[in-house]
C-alpha cells in the first residue's frame, strides 16, 4: 500500500510539472521541439530508467549532474533492438561514450521527434554513421554500418561489394568517401 502512495504521490508531481521551475521548462521549450507537457513525460521516462539516481526534483543544476550510463538507457524499447544504439548514445551524450544527462536525453528525443526538420534529422544520422569523427563517411564507417545493419552476417567480400557500390553511387567528388 505504501509503494502505491509514492508512486501516486510521484504521478501527481511529474503532472503538475514541479519537477522543473517555470524557467528551466521555458528554456527547455525554447531549444526542443516539445511542450511542456511533452518534457515532463519525457523526464518521467528518464526517471524510469533508473529512480534510485533520479530525483523527482530536477531544479537548478540537477539536470546536467545526474547521469544515467548507457546501459540504463540501452533498455528504452526505442532502442533495446536498433543495431546503433551504442552509437545514438555516444552522439548525444555530453560525454561521447553514451551516458546521458536529461539534457542529452531531451536533445536526442527531440532530433528525433517528428517535429524536427529533415535538415536536422539527416545531420544527426551522418553523424552516428560517421564513427570515426572525421566528417566523412569512409570506408571503416561503411564497414561499421553495414555490419551493424546486418548483424555480421555478411562475408568480407560482400561487404566490400556493398562498400564499393555506395562510394560509386554517392561518392560526387571521387575521393572514395561520402561528405554530408
Not at 548507457?70 to 546503433?84: A, D, H, Y
Not at 563517411?137 to 545493419?149: A, E, F, P, Y
Not at 561489394?161 to 561528405?179: K, Q, T, V, Y
Amino acid at each position: 500500500m505504501g509503494n502505491s502512495g509514492s508512486s501516486l504521490s510521484e504521478l501527481n508531481l511529474f503532472s503538475k510539472g514541479g519537477v522543473f521551475t517555470r524557467e528551466q521548462l521555458d528554456e527547455y521549450q525554447d531549444c526542443t521541439f516539445f511542450t511542456r507537457k511533452d518534457i515532463i513525460r519525457l523526464y518521467k521516462r528518464f526517471y524510469q530508467l533508473n529512480p534510485q539516481k533520479v530525483p523527482t526534483n530536477m531544479q537548478g543544476n540537477r539536470p546536467q549532474i545526474v547521469t544515467l550510463t548507457f546501459e540504463e538507457v540501452e533498455r528504452m524499447p526505442e532502442l533495446r533492438e536498433n543495431p546503433f544504439r551504442r552509437r545514438i548514445c555516444e552522439v548525444f551524450s555530453e560525454d561521447g561514450r553514451g551516458n546521458l544527462t536529461f539534457d542529452d536525453f531531451l536533445d536526442m528525443f527531440s532530433v528525433f521527434s517528428e517535429m524536427a526538420p529533415l535538415q536536422l534529422k539527416l545531420k544527426y544520422a551522418f553523424r552516428i554513421y560517421d564513427f570515426d569523427g572525421d566528417d566523412h563517411l569512409g570506408h571503416d564507417d561503411l564497414s561499421k554500418m553495414i555490419r551493424s545493419l546486418t548483424r555480421d552476417e555478411l562475408s568480407d567480400e560482400e561487404v566490400e561489394f556493398i562498400i564499393e557500390r555506395i562510394i560509386e553511387e554517392a561518392d560526387l567528388d571521387g575521393d572514395e568517401r561520402i561528405s554530408i
